[in-house]
Structures are given as C-alpha cells and as structure tokens.
C-alpha cells in the first residue's frame, strides 16, 4: 500500500525508452536513405559527365546519331544530349534526373567540349 505523499517506487516515465528507440530508429533510416540518395546522385552524375564527353568526342567526329547512342547507353535511363557550338568547338550537355526522378527538383547535368574534325561542317 503507497504511503500518502510520497512517490511510488515505479517512476510513471517507463515508457519514454520505448519512444526514444522508435524515434532513433526513424531517424535512422531517414540519415541511411540521404546518404543512399547521396550516393545515387554522384553515381548518375558521373554516368552523366562519361556520356558527355563521349557525345562530345562522337559529335566532333561529326556523328551525332552515334552521341545519341552512346547518351542512351552510357547516361542513366531518361537523360536528355544537348549539342550546341560553332566553329571549331561542340559542346555536349547532358541532363538526367537521379533516382528516376524520386528526388523532386534535383537535375543531374554535365557538359563537355571537343574540338570538331577538320572535314566536318557545323550543324
């Protein structure tokens, strides 16, 4: 029988543990997927800049059907070839979404630049 005012022996908070571990244990898992979608985004970032520079090197060759290809092979699934300049200079810009397009608004995009051939005339 508990003696009037005074405290019991059991402390009324023995449940807060429980909540503390739920709680860790979510937050937990929100740092475990940033960091994969971290890894996820620099991974489609270089998938991105190799196609690029491959579009760029095919595009200077005069070849863009063939940098098309190589964005579909090399780029992660959905990327879009950009191909721009005059002169003696292409630009390939690649652009992709990461994830297949679970991060909203985050756009991976890379850009690289050869020299074009000598017997081959801008586009």
Not at 20 to 49: D, F, H, K, P, S
Not at 51 to 68: F, K, N, T, V, Y
Not at 77 to 85: F, I, K, Q, V, Y
Not at 90 to 97: D, I
């Amino acid at each position: 029988m508990p003696i009037p005012g005074r405290k019991p022996d059991r402390d009324a908070d023995g449940g807060s543990v429980t909540i503390e571990a739920a709680i860790g244990l979510a937050v937990l898992a929100l740092v475990l997927a940033v960091c994969l979608a971290g890894i996820a985004c620099l991974m489609a970032q270089l998938r991105c800049a190799d196609a690029a520079r491959e579009a760029a090197r095919l595009a200077g060759r005069g070849d863009d059907a063939a940098a098309a290809q190589a964005v579909s092979a090399l780029a992660p699934a959905g990327a879009s070839l950009s191909l721009s300049g005059g002169g003696d200079l292409v630009t390939a810009t690649v652009t992709a979404a990461p994830v297949g397009g679970l991060l909203p608004g985050v756009i991976i995009e890379a850009t690289a630049s050869a020299a074009r051939e000598p017997q081959v005339s801008g586009p």
